[in-house]
């Protein structure tokens, strides 16, 4: 029998490792106070805030004490959030009186309220164009907030109601995602609608945008597309759990996360312009908010499970067991020859 050099071994057993697919685990599992029933999660600095809508509360979770540390409470069916880090403040729109809170994070306390011409459900702020875009469903339009030097609003009419939205910097474009029009527009910096994107598929919900790649991803009915920024043109198309309707893109993994409302979350790896989904783990919790926090690598979901409040936290390993079996299977030494021919292979990264 032929014996195998210690390379090849070692080749074999790099390939394996770079092959297996990181994995989602659970760590834990955390009671939140009030009834179950969330629209949105995001980061604020070190903390992070969710949009508590059955409770009428902005929850203000610390992810190293593992508890609720701070809660705005009498707010109007908290929806949608926007955060803007440069003057410490969040934005949540209060589907149940129209308005958008001005919450200091600093304090947690309500700075201000903004009078929307109608409810929103979602919020985006761009802060190149100092402009916050309201989203409002029911009434098929986008409210323009101009967030310094005027309290003019204006509203932009879409004949379908928008569901998310999502900013390309390069095209200085505001995608959003119209329901029942199976269609993606673009509003241009005078929020004008610049362009529109038929979809090859029904009801369109979540945005996601890489701003490297230059892909926009769309959660549809039972898939997620990877649309081209520029022409609308779709490059691929990843199933997905019946009511993925959240989105969340890490540019530093290339990983897309997307939340169905069942509490599924598929991970798909969109690396080398090769779509395809390397997990599909499903929570404990019924909820589709979903907060990544890259400096843990932590995904925060929370959730309602046998009529109470929960957050689940998960955490991404990557290629689980990969250092070991390197460690553990490194050749001591190799030949002359086979040290020339790795010095000689080009390097990727």
Do not use: C
């Amino acid at each position: 029998m032929r014996s195998i050099s210690p390379l090849k071994i070692l080749v074999l057993l790099l390939a394996f490792a770079v092959a297996a697919p990181a994995q989602l685990r659970q760590i834990a599992m955390i009671e939140i106070p009030g009834q179950p029933g969330f629209d949105a999660a995001v980061f604020a600095d070190q903390y992070l805030v969710i949009a508590h809508s059955a409770a009428n509360t902005l929850d203000i979770f610390d992810p190293a004490k593992r508890r609720v540390i701070a809660q705005v409470k009498d707010l109007a069916d908290p929806r949608g959030m926007a955060v803007d880090p440069e003057n410490a403040r969040v934005y949540v729109a209060n589907a149940g009186d129209g308005t958008v809170a001005v919450i200091s994070t600093k304090s947690w306390k309500v700075e201000d309220s903004i009078k929307l011409p109608a409810p929103a459900d979602a919020l985006l702020l761009v802060p190149a164009r100092k402009t916050l875009y309201a989203a409002n469903r029911n009434h098929e339009a986008i409210s323009v907030v101009q967030i310094a030097g005027t309290s003019k609003i204006l509203s932009i009419e879409l004949e379908g109601a928008p569901q998310a939205m999502a900013f390309d910097p390069a095209q200085n474009l505001v995608f959003a995602s119209l329901h029942g029009r199976a269609e993606i527009v673009a509003l241009d910096s005078s929020n004008a609608i610049a362009r529109r994107f038929k979809l090859n598929a029904s009801q369109p919900t979540g945005l996601a945008f890489d701003t490297q790649g230059r892909k926009l991803y769309v959660a549809v009915r039972s898939a997620v597309l990877v649309l081209d920024a520029a022409t609308g043109a779709e490059v691929a198309r990843v199933p997905s759990a019946n009511g993925t309707d959240s989105l969340w893109f890490d540019q530093a993994t290339h990983r897309l996360f997307a939340v169905s409302a069942d509490g599924y979350v598929n991970v798909i790896n969109t690396q080398g312009g090769k779509y395809a989904s390397e997990e599909e783990f499903r929570t404990e919790v019924r909820g589709h908010a979903l907060a990544f926090d890259p400096a843990r690598n932590f995904i925060y979901l929370p959730g309602g499970r046998e009529g109470r409040s929960k957050l689940v936290i998960l955490r991404r390993f990557e290629n689980p067991n990969h250092s070991s079996i390197l460690e553990a299977n490194k050749p001591t030494s190799l030949p002359p020859a086979e040290q020339v021919a790795q010095k000689s292979k080009p390097r990727t990264n």
